[in-house]
């Protein structure tokens, strides 16, 4: 049961539609990069986020559920993960994952709450 993973959170203050790309994003203790790419896809909502130099050349996908607030003014994304949750989150690569059901079936039950921080409830 990792559907609702993939589904922005109702207070989070997103409306389908809007370009997110070129957002900062916020994780509940420090800045983690920014979003490259995202999805408002029913079911399958995420961000592709490129960490920069956080964690250097690399590339992490969030769920939609993660996303806590959206700060359209300040171009600011919140989430609802520390920065070392994200970074132990299973490895990410573009042309391999994107569209993986089977990593999405890992990432959710990672982010979820079955995952190892017991996730929300949903």
Known sequence: MTEHVWSYQSTSGHLA????TGYKVEATDGSI???DKHSDE???AYLVVDTGVWIFGKEVL???STVIRIDPEDKKVYVDRSKEQIKNAPEFHRDKH??????HEELGTYYGSGGPFGGRPA
Do not use: E, I, S
Not at 98 to 103: E, I, K
């Open 17 to 20: 539609g809007t370009d997110l």
């Open 33 to 35: 990069g920014k979003v």
């Open 42 to 44: 029913v079911g399958d």
């Open 62 to 64: 969030l769920p939609a």
């Open 98 to 103: 994107l569209g993986d059901a089977g990593y």
